[in-house]
């Protein structure tokens, strides 16, 4: 096919050759033909191709020049080849004319010889006949031989100018070169495709070459067939067949020969045993139930439906669990009382403002979610409303409440207050005033009871000190101590041997025995008295660290001859005023403190001995307020402000710093039994302290509106106490005290004496206890003692 | 100095966890860890401290136990919700593809248990982890009858499926069948609600609620898919309560059950109970048939001839049909008296059965139910006590011990239906339009004893067969008073008189009323009113005396203040007489010198009253006086709820007093 490709092209530059070449025939030969069916002309040219090959070219070729003409052919050949433009048709055309020019150049004698000819007739025209026929004159076309070999010489350019080239549509040329030649249409692409369509192309043409051997390319019938299958998609080799009937290798056919000449195995004859063990698998399946044959789906749904549920017994091995800690239980709902029976009692049934009420609240604000009502007979009882809601809200509760354990207190009321011994219990504890002792003169400081119970002792403001008989409430006896100092406490000795009364006034303090009418008690009180004073001259003297001379904490001496005819015996001096007296268990000691003292605030004192000791360098907890001996064990308490402290006198150490709470201790008082204490404060408040417990009390007890003055125990037998304020009154408590040590001691205040008037702010003073009886004594700020019982 | 202690590592904050961590933790959707949580029994917690259980700043609502969800977290139940899930994500992409033939294959293996009523899983283990035991699950007990007696008797609707609703109704039944065999129904009461029923098995008591016969309404917003979880666990646990309860009588279970005649509405009378052969070793074949006529093909014929045959021989075979047939199965868990063979020994309390037996109160009877009266129940209640004879009219469905009215071994017969005045006088021929055997409505069998139905009840709670004719038909029936309260000391208690339960003053205050009254009686009721309301008054105040002193400390004052109060009674005392006077002056009757004499003692009584009141009052003022602040406080707390029951039983009292008075009135 290639090669007939290659054919098709040189004829097609056959043709260009031609063209040209007709052309300048034309041109040179017959300018009066038409050139109306040129294009018929080139076709006829084509079409005797063959033929008239030779003859193009040998038209003027003239004789032995043929070779040449040839020559020339093969050049115009290769020119068409390497300018295959329509527009370097037209240079074609020109090298053509060139070429002829060269030609007759060239071959110029042959030529001169026409020219001579012609020019023998005449020089350089002819004469023609134009259209008309008149004459023409022809000349020669002058040639203007332009001597350069100018390669890049002038395309003919067209000369028509700025006209659109449709106005040369029906005609042949498409307009004029430089020289006013026609220039003509080059050969469109109609035209050439209709050439080769009628062009019959070989079969298997391909228009390739064949690199190996040069020659065109041609498709074999076979290939051709190939390319053929492949397009339509069939199996490209030939008589291949996709199905083929199967070949039945392994057939029911008994062969003849076995194909392998071993014996046949034992396991051949033998029962598989992992057979017979799926098989056994799947039958115990089947026993069991676990494979069920089948059954269509709708029936085996059916059957779903009507199974019962397995039963058994759930709890048959039941262990009870200890319950955990973490798990509320839910509570039951409250079983229904009267109220919510059909037919309840008539005062059950809301009155018509209950029901308004019950019907105006909210839903959520109503105490019961119903209204109690009656119906006259069951018939007439409906269905309840909100039973299904209810049910739905006791779901809710059980799965979205939080639960919360609370201990219902279900006890009553009653049983937390204290179990309170009852009044007649408590009884009996003083209540009235029975007694009234007047005659002193301003403020009673100080009351005493001695204890035998019969003698009151009492001091005050007017620097006396008076006793009276406690049953009569006669004066019995007195003696004026001081006429500026007021008495600021009075004490007797404790004990029966003797009736001996201890004063303190400012710095001193006075031992008196007063006269009572028993000749033998006062000889025996005197003995006692008077035992100390060979010990007093034999003491020795003590000195401060730089020999001088120290002064004794106090100074024993006889009060003087006025004093001790009335029955005074004994004074001593410490070094600062004294406020307390305190006398140990067995009247042999007695301390007293002197709150401005500094360091020797505090002072012991030996009767029997005339001797005076301080037992503290430094007191901690400023100024000392009060002492107090322990009734029973060789304690001593010290009271500062603030604090308690509790000492060993033996071992001299402190046991233990009670802490009352309160700002300002005025009184202390112990227990008979010795593990308890009061104290009483001037912030209002009587602290009750547990020795054996904490430091802390154990009750404070604020009955009182004005400071507490004094605070005693019943030193007998009966469980009471009191205290005194300025507030003018005594209050009276009884206090049960146990030996067990899991219950505290059970406090009942009992009663509240009044009758003291208050003198400038100032109330009770002093309260004293009778030692047998029930019985209070209190002296008050209005100069007057008053028996209770 | 001890470690550190980081914030957010102990206490609080660890013990407790929110929902939505719970929720994420379990990884599963919210309404299955409803599901768990109401099946596992898990609830939610108050933290002591909600600030620091909660990590986060907004207030979270709800918090759960760490721990309880670490005890979820091992729940094979959660696998199962989770396969359910993966299924119905699979379904839903099938269905997302259009393959239905697939999905429909899917859709068989799913549990529609909102369909068929039954889940694929089964929750016995769950409910042998919440209860170890057996007593625990009785225990338990209440909410789960309450709940599937209510679903027996709700309409089915598509949350409630049919199939879920007959087998509560199923499962109820058989506990009633058990409560009957056994005899443990002990209690029973017809509130506004429903009826209340009490039994006691095993040493518990056990109370439910069960609503009337009605259409249920449901009102509000009622979630059944909550209700639903419920009673699935409810369902499985009765089922197997049940099974051993049956077990524990000797019983099979589940009892035989006939079909035909629960859709004929014979209810407890369709079920046939069997011994349990392995149980029962004595040779009597122990067929306990639950209701008389239970093998009879028809109840009409069979009633006839049971008729016939008992009017041969009427007493014989009452007699033999009184003997229980359960009791081979009673001795077991009887407790055995212990008497002291000789004298010297320690003697040891004993729960004593009370001689009546309460389970066979009704044995010698035969009940005949009219057709107005709520069957289900009288039956359930009537059998529970031992009678084993009921008939009732053939409306009322299948399983009747007769039908026919006129059966003469009938000894009671139930009516709820009043008197109709003009009927007497007719015969009882025609105007019932009913069957022939019907009775017209007033006629009377003679030798019967006709009754109301809440003699059944009155009976049963009291242990005794009540007077009859307190309950005749057209009787005002006396009231009906719950058996669950328990009296406690100085609550109101309507059975007792008025007299023995109102403190003194109350009832000074009330004979001076009544005297007033009844001087007033003439009056104009207007005059009277304002006087009531004075007294009324004046008891509060001493009331508040008694009770209330706590809350002022003074008591000086409040005495005072009451006896302001006497002197002002005094003064209207005084008033009231001079009035009386003029009064007797124009009508021209004798003063009434001796009621005076009587009024001036009661004064002196309520004067002693009023001082005793006073001393009281201060003796609490004394002791409270010793109390430290926290207690008082409790203790005042505690005076105030007190007060208020008392405020209440007052209210009652005085209601009930002014409709005592009401009535004596009217009958002068």
Redesign the interface.
Request: proline share 7%; hydrophobic share 30%.
């Given at each position: 096919m290639g090669s007939a490709k290659a054919n098709l092209k040189r004829k097609a530059s056959n043709i260009e050759a031609n063209d040209p070449a007709t052309t300048v025939k034309i041109a040179q030969d017959s300018d009066s033909e038409d050139f109306g069916d040129f294009g018929d002309g080139i076709l006829n040219a084509v079409l005797d191709d063959e033929d008239s090959e030779d003859d193009s070219y040998s038209f003027d070729g003239e004789g032995g020049d043929s070779d040449d003409g040839e020559e020339t052919g093969s050049e115009y050949d290769i020119a068409s080849e390497d300018i295959p433009t329509d527009d370097e048709g037209g240079e074609n055309k020109l090298a053509l004319t060139n070429g002829t020019t060269d030609l007759d150049k060239g071959e110029g004698e042959g030529e001169d010889e026409d020219e001579d000819e012609d020019e023998d007739d005449q020089s350089n025209y002819r004469i023609e006949k134009d259209a008309n026929g008149g004459i023409r004159y022809v000349y020669d076309e002058i040639d203007p031989v332009y001597d350069s070999d100018d390669s890049d010489a002038q395309d003919p350019t067209n000369t028509i100018g700025d006209i659109p080239l449709s106005f040369y549509d029906s005609y042949p040329h498409i307009g004029y070169d430089i020289n006013g030649k026609k220039i003509l249409r080059p050969a469109t692409g109609d035209a050439l495709d209709s050439l080769l369509d009628s062009i019959e192309l070989p079969e298997g043409w391909t228009g390739l070459t064949d690199p190996e051997t040069g020659k065109p390319l041609n498709l074999s019938r076979d290939e051709l067939e190939l390319l053929r299958r492949v397009q339509m998609k069939e199996v490209p080799q030939e008589g291949y067949d996709m199905y083929p009937d199967t070949v039945e290798w392994y057939t029911s056919h008994v062969e003849q020969f076995p194909l392998s000449a071993a014996p046949e195995p034992k396991r051949r004859f033998v029962p598989s045993k992992h057979e017979a063990k799926r098989v056994m698998k799947l039958v115990k399946a089947i026993r069991e139930g676990r494979i069920l044959p089948y059954k269509p789906p709708e029936e085996r749904e059916k059957e779903e439906e009507q199974e019962d549920e397995v039963h058994y017994d759930l709890w048959a091995d039941e262990t009870p669990r200890p319950p955990n800690v973490m798990h509320i239980p839910a509570p039951k709902t409250a079983p229904p009382g009267y109220d919510l029976s059909y037919n309840p009692p008539a005062e059950y049934l809301p009155t018509n403002s209950e029901r308004k009420a019950w019907e105006g609240t909210d839903p959520e604000e109503r105490e019961k979610t119903y209204l109690p009502q009656k119906y006259d007979s069951l018939r007439r009882t409906p269905a309840y409303d909100g039973f299904v809601k209810e049910r739905f809200e006791r779901c809710l509760d059980l799965y979205l409440a939080p639960r919360v354990r609370k201990t219902r207190l279900n006890i009553d009321p009653t049983s937390l207050l204290p179990k309170l011994p009852r009044p007649e219990e408590l009884r009996p504890f003083p209540t009235v005033a029975s007694i009234e002792f007047t005659g002193h003169d301003g403020r009673v400081r100080s009351v005493s009871i001695d204890s035998s119970g019969q003698w009151l002792a009492s001091g005050g403001d007017d620097g006396t000190v008076r006793v009276w008989g406690l049953s009569d409430g006669k004066q019995q006896w007195q003696v004026k101590l001081s006429s500026e100092d007021p008495v600021d406490v009075v004490r007797w000795r404790p004990g029966q041997d003797g009736l001996i009364l201890s004063a303190a006034v400012g710095e001193d303090i006075y031992l008196m025995i007063p006269s009572t009418m028993n000749p033998e008690l006062e000889q025996a009180s005197r003995a006692i008295l008077d035992a100390g004073f060979g010990y007093a001259s034999n003491a020795k003297q003590q000195t401060t660290a730089t020999g001088a001379r120290k002064d004794p904490p106090a100074k024993w001496a006889r009060p003087g001859a006025r004093l001790e005819n009335e029955g005074v015996l004994l004074k001593a001096t410490v070094r600062s005023p004294i406020k307390t007296i305190d006398w140990h268990r067995r009247g042999d000691f007695f301390c007293t403190v002197s709150p401005t003292g500094q360091r020797s605030a505090v002072a012991i004192h030996t009767l029997s001995k005339h001797l005076t000791q301080i037992p503290f360098r430094k007191l901690p907890g400023g100024a000392p307020q009060t002492a107090s001996f322990h009734p029973s064990r060789s304690l001593f308490f010290v009271a500062t402000q603030r604090t308690i402290r509790c000492y060993d006198l033996q071992r001299q150490e402190l046991v233990k710093t009670i802490q009352p709470g309160c700002r300002w201790i005025s009184s202390l008082d112990i227990h008979p039994g010795g593990d308890h204490l009061i104290a009483g404060s001037y912030d209002r408040r009587l602290l009750w302290h547990d020795l054996e417990m904490s430091a802390r009390p154990y009750k404070t007890l604020r009955f009182h509106e004005q400071a507490i003055r004094s605070v005693k125990f019943h030193p007998g037998s009966y469980p009471l106490f009191a205290d005194c304020s300025d507030d003018g009154t005594l209050q009276i408590f009884h206090s049960k005290v146990v030996n067990d040590l899991m219950e505290g001691p059970t406090i009942t205040p009992v009663k509240m004496l009044s009758g003291h008037r208050v003198v400038n702010r100032i109330g009770v003073t002093d309260v004293t206890w009778h030692p047998h009886h029930p019985w209070i004594v209190s002296g008050g700020a209005d100069g007057t003692c008053r028996l209770w019982t | 100095m001890g470690r550190i202690k980081k914030k957010g590592e102990a206490g609080n904050a660890k013990n407790y966890i929110t929902r939505t961590q719970a929720v994420k933790k379990l990884q599963i959707s919210l309404p299955d860890f409803?599901k768990l949580?109401?099946w596992k029994g898990?609830?939610?917690?108050?933290p002591r401290s909600r600030k620091k259980a909660s990590k986060s700043s907004t207030a979270s609502t709800?918090?759960y136990?760490a721990?309880d969800i670490q005890f979820l977290l091992h729940e094979p139940l959660l696998q199962k919700f989770r396969e359910q899930k993966t299924l119905e994500k699979k379904i839903a992409k099938a269905l997302g593809r259009g393959d239905l033939s697939d999905a429909s294959r899917l859709e068989?293996n799913a549990t529609r248990p909102e369909k068929?009523g039954?889940p694929r899983y089964?929750l016995?283990t769950v409910?042998?982890d919440r209860?170890?035991?057996?007593v625990d699950?009785l225990?338990?007990l209440?909410?789960c009858l309450?709940?599937l007696f209510?679903f027996a008797n709700?309409p089915s609707t598509s949350t409630v499926p049919a199939?879920m609703i007959a087998r509560c109704e199923r499962l109820c039944l058989e506990f009633q069948h058990y409560l009957i065999a056994s005899q443990s129904l002990r209690k029973s009461?017809?509130?506004?609600?429903?009826i209340?029923y009490?039994a006691n098995i095993q040493g518990e008591d056990i109370?439910w609620l069960v609503?009337?016969k009605?259409?249920?309404?449901?009102?509000?917003d009622?979630?059944f898919r909550?209700?639903g979880t419920?009673v699935e666990f409810y369902m499985?646990l009765l089922?197997?309560v049940?099974?051993?309860l049956y077990?524990s009588v000797g019983l099979k279970?589940?009892p035989k059950f006939d079909e035909n005649k629960d859709n004929e509405a014979a209810e407890l009378g369709a079920f046939k109970l069997e011994g349990n052969h392995a149980a029962t070793t004595s040779s009597e074949p122990a067929q306990v048939t639950a209701s008389d006529s239970a093998a009879q093909p028809d109840p009409e014929t069979q009633a006839e001839v049971n008729k016939l045959i008992r009017q041969m021989k009427d007493a014989a075979v009452e007699g033999d049909r009184t003997e229980p047939t359960v009791d081979t199965d009673e001795p077991t868990d009887a407790i055995d008296k212990f008497e002291p063979a000789a004298p010297g020994g320690d003697v040891l309390p004993q729960p004593t059965y009370s001689s009546g037996e309460p389970g066979s109160l009704f044995a010698n009877c035969t009940f005949y139910l009219s057709r107005?009266?709520?069957r289900q129940s009288l039956e359930f209640i009537i059998r529970a006590f031992g009678c084993k004879r009921i008939g009732w009219d053939s409306v009322l469905g299948e399983g009747a011990y007769t039908t026919n009215e006129q059966d003469p071994s009938i000894t009671h017969q139930i009516v709820?239906?009043?008197i109709i005045q003009a009927a007497t006088e007719e015969d009882g021929d025609g105007e019932d339009n009913q069957t022939s055997q019907k009775l017209s409505p007033n006629q009377r069998i003679p030798g019967r004893i006709y009754i109301?139905?809440?003699w059944v009840w009155d009976s049963v709670n009291d242990e005794e067969l009540k007077r009859p004719d307190e309950y005749a038909p057209g009787a005002?029936?006396p009231?009906?008073?719950?058996p669950?309260?328990q009296n406690t000391q100085g609550a109101y208690d309507?059975t007792l008189p008025l007299k023995d339960q109102e403190p003194e003053g109350e009832a000074l205050e009330d004979s001076d009323d009544e005297e007033v009254d009844g001087d007033e009686e003439e009056d104009s009721f207007a005059v009277k009113k304002p006087k009531a309301a004075a007294d009324g008054m004046d008891v509060d105040i001493s009331d508040d005396e008694e009770d209330e002193a706590d809350d002022t400390f003074g008591g000086f004052s409040e005495g005072e203040k009451s006896a302001e109060g006497e002197e002002d009674d005094d003064e209207e005392d005084d008033e009231l007489r001079n009035q009386q006077e003029l009064q007797a002056e124009l009508s021209g009757k004798p003063v009434k010198q001796a009621k005076a004499g009587a009024r001036s003692q009661k004064l002196e009584a309520k004067k002693k009253l009023v001082l005793k009141a006073k001393e009281e009052a201060e003796?609490?003022e004394?002791?409270?006086?010793?109390?430290s602040k926290k207690?008082r406080k409790?203790?005042e707390q505690?005076?105030y709820t007190?007060n208020k029951k008392s405020a209440e039983d007052q209210k009652?009292?005085e209601?009930?007093r002014k409709?005592e008075k009401q009535k004596a009135r009217a009958k002068a």
């Amino acid at each position: 096919m290639g090669s007939a490709k290659a054919n098709l092209k040189r004829k097609a530059s056959n043709i260009e050759a031609n063209d040209p070449a007709t052309t300048v025939k034309i041109a040179q030969d017959s300018d009066s033909e038409d050139f109306g069916d040129f294009g018929d002309g080139i076709l006829n040219a084509v079409l005797d191709d063959e033929d008239s090959e030779d003859d193009s070219y040998s038209f003027d070729g003239e004789g032995g020049d043929s070779d040449d003409g040839e020559e020339t052919g093969s050049e115009y050949d290769i020119a068409s080849e390497d300018i295959p433009t329509d527009d370097e048709g037209g240079e074609n055309k020109l090298a053509l004319t060139n070429g002829t020019t060269d030609l007759d150049k060239g071959e110029g004698e042959g030529e001169d010889e026409d020219e001579d000819e012609d020019e023998d007739d005449q020089s350089n025209y002819r004469i023609e006949k134009d259209a008309n026929g008149g004459i023409r004159y022809v000349y020669d076309e002058i040639d203007p031989v332009y001597d350069s070999d100018d390669s890049d010489a002038q395309d003919p350019t067209n000369t028509i100018g700025d006209i659109p080239l449709s106005f040369y549509d029906s005609y042949p040329h498409i307009g004029y070169d430089i020289n006013g030649k026609k220039i003509l249409r080059p050969a469109t692409g109609d035209a050439l495709d209709s050439l080769l369509d009628s062009i019959e192309l070989p079969e298997g043409w391909t228009g390739l070459t064949d690199p190996e051997t040069g020659k065109p390319l041609n498709l074999s019938r076979d290939e051709l067939e190939l390319l053929r299958r492949v397009q339509m998609k069939e199996v490209p080799q030939e008589g291949y067949d996709m199905y083929p009937d199967t070949v039945e290798w392994y057939t029911s056919h008994v062969e003849q020969f076995p194909l392998s000449a071993a014996p046949e195995p034992k396991r051949r004859f033998v029962p598989s045993k992992h057979e017979a063990k799926r098989v056994m698998k799947l039958v115990k399946a089947i026993r069991e139930g676990r494979i069920l044959p089948y059954k269509p789906p709708e029936e085996r749904e059916k059957e779903e439906e009507q199974e019962d549920e397995v039963h058994y017994d759930l709890w048959a091995d039941e262990t009870p669990r200890p319950p955990n800690v973490m798990h509320i239980p839910a509570p039951k709902t409250a079983p229904p009382g009267y109220d919510l029976s059909y037919n309840p009692p008539a005062e059950y049934l809301p009155t018509n403002s209950e029901r308004k009420a019950w019907e105006g609240t909210d839903p959520e604000e109503r105490e019961k979610t119903y209204l109690p009502q009656k119906y006259d007979s069951l018939r007439r009882t409906p269905a309840y409303d909100g039973f299904v809601k209810e049910r739905f809200e006791r779901c809710l509760d059980l799965y979205l409440a939080p639960r919360v354990r609370k201990t219902r207190l279900n006890i009553d009321p009653t049983s937390l207050l204290p179990k309170l011994p009852r009044p007649e219990e408590l009884r009996p504890f003083p209540t009235v005033a029975s007694i009234e002792f007047t005659g002193h003169d301003g403020r009673v400081r100080s009351v005493s009871i001695d204890s035998s119970g019969q003698w009151l002792a009492s001091g005050g403001d007017d620097g006396t000190v008076r006793v009276w008989g406690l049953s009569d409430g006669k004066q019995q006896w007195q003696v004026k101590l001081s006429s500026e100092d007021p008495v600021d406490v009075v004490r007797w000795r404790p004990g029966q041997d003797g009736l001996i009364l201890s004063a303190a006034v400012g710095e001193d303090i006075y031992l008196m025995i007063p006269s009572t009418m028993n000749p033998e008690l006062e000889q025996a009180s005197r003995a006692i008295l008077d035992a100390g004073f060979g010990y007093a001259s034999n003491a020795k003297q003590q000195t401060t660290a730089t020999g001088a001379r120290k002064d004794p904490p106090a100074k024993w001496a006889r009060p003087g001859a006025r004093l001790e005819n009335e029955g005074v015996l004994l004074k001593a001096t410490v070094r600062s005023p004294i406020k307390t007296i305190d006398w140990h268990r067995r009247g042999d000691f007695f301390c007293t403190v002197s709150p401005t003292g500094q360091r020797s605030a505090v002072a012991i004192h030996t009767l029997s001995k005339h001797l005076t000791q301080i037992p503290f360098r430094k007191l901690p907890g400023g100024a000392p307020q009060t002492a107090s001996f322990h009734p029973s064990r060789s304690l001593f308490f010290v009271a500062t402000q603030r604090t308690i402290r509790c000492y060993d006198l033996q071992r001299q150490e402190l046991v233990k710093t009670i802490q009352p709470g309160c700002r300002w201790i005025s009184s202390l008082d112990i227990h008979p039994g010795g593990d308890h204490l009061i104290a009483g404060s001037y912030d209002r408040r009587l602290l009750w302290h547990d020795l054996e417990m904490s430091a802390r009390p154990y009750k404070t007890l604020r009955f009182h509106e004005q400071a507490i003055r004094s605070v005693k125990f019943h030193p007998g037998s009966y469980p009471l106490f009191a205290d005194c304020s300025d507030d003018g009154t005594l209050q009276i408590f009884h206090s049960k005290v146990v030996n067990d040590l899991m219950e505290g001691p059970t406090i009942t205040p009992v009663k509240m004496l009044s009758g003291h008037r208050v003198v400038n702010r100032i109330g009770v003073t002093d309260v004293t206890w009778h030692p047998h009886h029930p019985w209070i004594v209190s002296g008050g700020a209005d100069g007057t003692c008053r028996l209770w019982t | 100095m001890g470690r550190i202690k980081k914030k957010g590592e102990a206490g609080n904050a660890k013990n407790y966890i929110t929902r939505t961590q719970a929720v994420k933790k379990l990884q599963i959707s919210l309404p299955d860890f409803r599901k768990l949580c109401i099946w596992k029994g898990i609830f939610p917690r108050e933290p002591r401290s909600r600030k620091k259980a909660s990590k986060s700043s907004t207030a979270s609502t709800t918090f759960y136990y760490a721990k309880d969800i670490q005890f979820l977290l091992h729940e094979p139940l959660l696998q199962k919700f989770r396969e359910q899930k993966t299924l119905e994500k699979k379904i839903a992409k099938a269905l997302g593809r259009g393959d239905l033939s697939d999905a429909s294959r899917l859709e068989r293996n799913a549990t529609r248990p909102e369909k068929t009523g039954k889940p694929r899983y089964t929750l016995d283990t769950v409910i042998r982890d919440r209860y170890p035991t057996f007593v625990d699950a009785l225990r338990d007990l209440d909410d789960c009858l309450s709940m599937l007696f209510l679903f027996a008797n709700l309409p089915s609707t598509s949350t409630v499926p049919a199939k879920m609703i007959a087998r509560c109704e199923r499962l109820c039944l058989e506990f009633q069948h058990y409560l009957i065999a056994s005899q443990s129904l002990r209690k029973s009461f017809l509130s506004i609600k429903g009826i209340y029923y009490q039994a006691n098995i095993q040493g518990e008591d056990i109370l439910w609620l069960v609503p009337y016969k009605f259409n249920q309404r449901v009102v509000g917003d009622v979630d059944f898919r909550i209700m639903g979880t419920f009673v699935e666990f409810y369902m499985t646990l009765l089922g197997f309560v049940n099974f051993r309860l049956y077990t524990s009588v000797g019983l099979k279970y589940p009892p035989k059950f006939d079909e035909n005649k629960d859709n004929e509405a014979a209810e407890l009378g369709a079920f046939k109970l069997e011994g349990n052969h392995a149980a029962t070793t004595s040779s009597e074949p122990a067929q306990v048939t639950a209701s008389d006529s239970a093998a009879q093909p028809d109840p009409e014929t069979q009633a006839e001839v049971n008729k016939l045959i008992r009017q041969m021989k009427d007493a014989a075979v009452e007699g033999d049909r009184t003997e229980p047939t359960v009791d081979t199965d009673e001795p077991t868990d009887a407790i055995d008296k212990f008497e002291p063979a000789a004298p010297g020994g320690d003697v040891l309390p004993q729960p004593t059965y009370s001689s009546g037996e309460p389970g066979s109160l009704f044995a010698n009877c035969t009940f005949y139910l009219s057709r107005e009266t709520p069957r289900q129940s009288l039956e359930f209640i009537i059998r529970a006590f031992g009678c084993k004879r009921i008939g009732w009219d053939s409306v009322l469905g299948e399983g009747a011990y007769t039908t026919n009215e006129q059966d003469p071994s009938i000894t009671h017969q139930i009516v709820d239906r009043p008197i109709i005045q003009a009927a007497t006088e007719e015969d009882g021929d025609g105007e019932d339009n009913q069957t022939s055997q019907k009775l017209s409505p007033n006629q009377r069998i003679p030798g019967r004893i006709y009754i109301q139905p809440q003699w059944v009840w009155d009976s049963v709670n009291d242990e005794e067969l009540k007077r009859p004719d307190e309950y005749a038909p057209g009787a005002q029936l006396p009231p009906h008073l719950s058996p669950f309260v328990q009296n406690t000391q100085g609550a109101y208690d309507p059975t007792l008189p008025l007299k023995d339960q109102e403190p003194e003053g109350e009832a000074l205050e009330d004979s001076d009323d009544e005297e007033v009254d009844g001087d007033e009686e003439e009056d104009s009721f207007a005059v009277k009113k304002p006087k009531a309301a004075a007294d009324g008054m004046d008891v509060d105040i001493s009331d508040d005396e008694e009770d209330e002193a706590d809350d002022t400390f003074g008591g000086f004052s409040e005495g005072e203040k009451s006896a302001e109060g006497e002197e002002d009674d005094d003064e209207e005392d005084d008033e009231l007489r001079n009035q009386q006077e003029l009064q007797a002056e124009l009508s021209g009757k004798p003063v009434k010198q001796a009621k005076a004499g009587a009024r001036s003692q009661k004064l002196e009584a309520k004067k002693k009253l009023v001082l005793k009141a006073k001393e009281e009052a201060e003796e609490i003022e004394r002791a409270k006086g010793m109390l430290s602040k926290k207690k008082r406080k409790l203790f005042e707390q505690m005076q105030y709820t007190n007060n208020k029951k008392s405020a209440e039983d007052q209210k009652l009292r005085e209601k009930r007093r002014k409709l005592e008075k009401q009535k004596a009135r009217a009958k002068a």
